[in-house]
């Protein structure tokens, strides 16, 4: 599940904001990813999850949603995307994780600290949540507690990225 | 298990070391090619090690950072090394164990790790 590249399309849409939750119902897992980016027209928003369909220039072929979408729906799940211009988009994918298609959720920790390390000027907000229990990594605390250290510092990106494995993998061990 | 008291340590560490911090003129800046081909290529397990062997060993004066395509998709994943005063070496194929070698032998040791630089591959 490539949560990295459905991040990055709200880092290029211009979001100074994008939140990343995940919440587990049992094996249920809804993937919430939210920016206050450009958004896209009705026109795109109805194009996107067609595999020809990119607004770069560098690359002729967008999959980054296709692709997605197509996981979720592997495992029985959905991806739906809302999106208004000059306000934003939210991508919100659903997976069952004990289909036997459902790929990797991946490194976690190190897709939150990738995304704060490279990009130190955006804010991103990390979650999970299964109900019970729940854990929660917000950039704009970290930057708070570090004063003016920066979150590219590679000391500080370990730590976030081992500080979000250890807390999420109780709860992710629940689920699964 | 971890906590922010950590973080808040690594803060006053950071600050400490300001004061006696080496100049921009010394700082060592590495920069991951890192748009989606060089992630699908394997890039994200390079910044990583990277990342991971500059903290353990504790090199204040490097800065890593990333880019988006440099434009060899094919030589991905790709790092580029820039030491002040010498010419950028361009690392191509890089795996975690090879970035290993280049924070070891280049940024460390100051000699450019020759055979996974990009002249030695074309
Ligand atoms: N969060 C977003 N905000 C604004 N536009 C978006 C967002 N996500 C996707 N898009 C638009 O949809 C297009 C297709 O996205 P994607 O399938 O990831 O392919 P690619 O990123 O390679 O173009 C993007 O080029 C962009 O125009
Ligand atoms: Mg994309």
């Given amino acids: 599940m490539n949560i990295l590249d459905i991040a990055e399309n709200s880092i290029r849409a211009g979001a100074t ?11 249920k897992l809804t993937i919430s990813i939210r920016d206050n980016g450009c958004g896209m027209s009705p026109e795109l928003l109805n194009k996107v999850t067609d595999p020809f369909t990119t607004s770069r220039t560098t690359r002729k072929v967008g999959l980054g949603l296709p692709f997605y979408k197509m996981a979720a729906e592997m495992t029985g799940g959905t991806m739906q995307i809302e999106s208004r211009l000059s306000v ?17 959720l991946g490194d976690l920790g190190a897709t939150v600290a990738t995304l704060m390390q ?11 949540s299964d109900g019970a229990e729940s854990f929660a990594a917000d950039s704009r605390q970290f930057r708070e507690i570090l004063g003016g250290v920066p979150l590219s510092t590679p000391e500080v990106a370990f730590f976030i990225r081992e500080y979000v494995s250890e807390h999420i993998k109780p709860i992710l061990e629940k689920g699964i | ?21 080496h100049t921009d003129g010394e ?7 890192m748009a989606t081909c060089g992630i699908a290529a394997g890039a994200r397990p390079v910044l990583n090690a990277i990342t991971e062997e500059i903290a353990r060993r504790e090199l204040h004066h490097v800065v890593v950072s990333q880019t988006g395509c440099i434009g060899l998709c094919q030589y991905e994943p790709i790092v580029e090394v820039f030491v002040p005063g010498q010419d950028k070496v361009t690392y ?29 591959i074309r």
Avoid: W
């Fill in chain 1, 118 to 128: 490279c990009n130190p000027d955006i804010d991103f907000v990390f979650s999970l």
């Fill in chain 1, 88 to 104: 934003g988009t939210a991508v919100t994918a659903t997976f069952f994780l004990s289909h036997i298609d459902c790929m990797p």
């Fill in chain 1, 17 to 27: 904001l994008v939140e990343i939750r995940l919440e587990l119902q049992g094996s």
């Fill in chain 2, 92 to 120: 191509v194929k890089m795996t975690a164990e090879k970035a290993l070698r280049v924070v070891g032998e280049h940024i460390v040791g100051g000699k450019p790790v020759a055979e996974y630089t990009v002249g030695s």
């Fill in chain 2, 27 to 33: 700082t060592v800046r590495v920069v991951v090619g």
């Fill in chain 2, 1 to 21: 298990m971890k906590s922010l008291e950590e973080l808040a340590a690594i803060r006053e560490r950071m600050q400490r070391i300001v004061d006696t911090r």
